[in-house]
Structure formats: structure tokens, C-alpha cells
């Protein structure tokens, strides 16, 4: 994962940000080891059916946040409060 976009997902995790996107490639397997790392636990997880797109969700405690991505559009993963 690139030190850019763990700083972005360290905002919206603290609450800093909302939501972030990150426009390089990065690997969701790597952002899902961080999330784990701080204590997240995974929850759901839906794909459009070919694993282009998919949707995680992520808790930890009271707060909730989604990790979307499209292979397809190619516009990067989003990392979200939700």
C-alpha cells in the first residue's frame, strides 16, 4: 500500500476525512492486512459477480467503513465512513 494512501485511509479512520480515494494502483488484499492491523474486522464483502467490482465493509466498535473498488473503470479503490 502506498505511504500516500494509508495516510488518507489514518484520516478517515480518525475521523479527519470522510472519504478517500486513492488514484494509483493499490492492491486491496494489502488494505484489507492494514485495516486488520488497526483493529478493523471484516464484514460483508459483494463483487459485481466477475470481481471487477466489489464492495467490504470494515467495523470497529461503534464505526463502520467500505472499501469499494472497480477493475472495470479502473478509477482506484475508495475508502469511506459510513
Known amino acids: 500500500m502506498t505511504e500516500d494512501f494509508e495516510r488518507e485511509v ?5 475521523g479527519e476525512l470522510q472519504t478517500t ?7 486491496p488484499n494489502d488494505v484489507d492486512k492494514y485495516l486488520k492491523n488497526e483493529g478493523l474486522e471484516q464484514g460483508d464483502f459483494d463483487s459485481s459477480g466477475w470481481d471487477w467490482d466489489f464492495w467490504m465493509t470494515y467495523g470497529k466498535g461503534e464505526d463502520r467503513f467500505e472499501l469499494t ?14
Open 10 to 14: 489514518d484520516k478517515v479512520l480518525s
Open 69 to 82: 473498488g472497480s477493475g472495470w473503470y479502473n478509477n482506484g479503490l475508495t475508502f469511506s465512513r459510513v
Open 21 to 27: 480515494t486513492s488514484i494509483t494502483l493499490v492492491s
